[in-house]
């Protein structure tokens, strides 16, 4: 049967990525529909696909399984081989509440570092509000505990759930210059040295369309105007 996946602009829609990432690593082939966000194409055809009017979107036959955890765990029980969880019940544990809690908040970080694979921004953790310098700080500290525990280069030593939920940010930290201590910065060369991951960032340079109200995000990033994506 093939799998069909529906998704946003590869260089701004981050849940696309990790649906997308989720489906390379897993070795499953899959069909892509890009729906570029917020354009006239998107408004008229996501309804089609998911009652959410969001994406990621995965079409598996005659079901449409939409949002990514969904989507990952629609994929694990049908396919053995798709990425899951560490073998070792600690880093189990461990990769579980950190995809957790990737997937439920961050919400002051996905608003003032939205995904943008192509820009590059040179900014100090300081320009952004406190909200966004904690979840900033969170994060390193998540990254910082994995490889501490686990050895790397991922979340809990073997490739899981965990890095893909987190591979958005490693791209967001890229395009805003965040500087990060070394155990965290490895997870970030790690994410970018996955040719899915360097094919997705090609694919993301390739595109036309632009959301300005990404691009143009002032250097504050208060966020007012910004949408979550
Ligand atoms: N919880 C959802 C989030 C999906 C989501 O917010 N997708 C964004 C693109 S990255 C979207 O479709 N936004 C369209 C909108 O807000 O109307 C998931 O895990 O898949």
Excluded: C
Aim: net charge negative.
């Amino acid at each position: 049967m093939v799998l069909t996946l529906v998704i946003g602009n590869k260089n701004y829609s981050s849940w696309s990525l990790r649906a997308g990432l989720f489906l390379q690593e897993s070795g499953l082939a899959f069909e892509e529909v890009r729906l570029p966000l917020f354009t006239e194409q998107w408004f008229q055809t996501i309804g089609q696909y998911t009652p959410a009017g969001r994406v990621p979107v995965l079409l598996d036959g005659d079901l449409a399984i939409w949002d990514s955890t969904a989507i990952m765990g629609h994929l694990q029980e049908r396919h053995p081989e798709a990425v899951g969880w560490p073998s070792d019940s600690r880093a189990r544990a461990y990769t579980r509440s950190i995809a957790a809690e990737m997937h439920s908040g961050f919400l002051a970080l996905r608003e003032e570092l939205p995904q943008n694979i192509r820009a590059r921004h040179n900014r100090d953790r300081r320009d952004f509000s406190s909200s966004a310098q904690k979840d900033i700080e969170r994060i390193e500290t998540i990254w910082q505990t994995g490889y501490q525990q686990y050895g790397g280069p991922w979340l809990g030593g073997e490739f899981s759930v965990a890095d893909v939920m987190y591979a958005p940010v490693a791209m967001r930290f890229v395009t805003y210059g965040i500087q990060l201590a070394p155990a965290a910065q490895q997870f970030v060369s790690a994410i970018q040295a996955l040719p899915s991951i360097q094919q997705w960032a090609k694919d993301s340079e390739a595109e036309s369309e632009v959301l300005s109200f990404i691009d143009n995000l002032n250097a504050a990033g208060t966020g007012d105007d910004a949408a979550a994506v």
